[in-house]
Nanobody, 126 residues
């Protein structure tokens, strides 16, 4: 069993920044995928950014490239999502997810992940 706890959501004006944190505990491998996903009301969950903890490789959705950065602190079993230049269209519930795997072909695909956090709301006002 893997537990994920997210924090850092909130409300911000357009152009502002937020940093989300996700800490994993339980049966986590040192090399695994961790990612951030978001869900708009009435829409399916979509991938935002993922990181492979065993090698620091990352991948981003086109909509956030150049604005969001995913990073990790292995000693704390924590990944971060630094969100800059936020836009109203970034408003969503953000979820952290993980999977104990050394390779995932479609790492931004939510169906590839088997452990999820409760989510944290991000609201960006214009």
């Amino acid at each position: 069993q893997v537990q994920l706890v997210e924090s850092g959501g909130g409300s911000v004006q357009a152009g502002g920044s937020l940093r989300l944190s996700c800490t994993a505990s339980g049966n986590t491998y040192s090399s695994r995928y961790m990612g951030w996903f978001r869900q708009f009301p009435g829409k399916e969950r979509e991938g935002v950014a993922v990181i492979y903890t065993g090698g620091d490789s990352t991948d981003y959705a086109d909509s956030v490239k150049g604005r969001f950065t995913i990073s990790q602190d292995n000693a704390k079993n924590t990944v971060y999502l630094q969100m800059n230049s936020l836009k109203p269209e970034d408003t969503a519930m953000y979820y952290c997810a993980t999977r104990n795997a050394v390779w995932i072909r479609y790492a931004l695909r939510p169906s590839e992940y088997d452990a999820w956090g409760q989510g944290t709301q991000v609201t960006v006002s214009s």
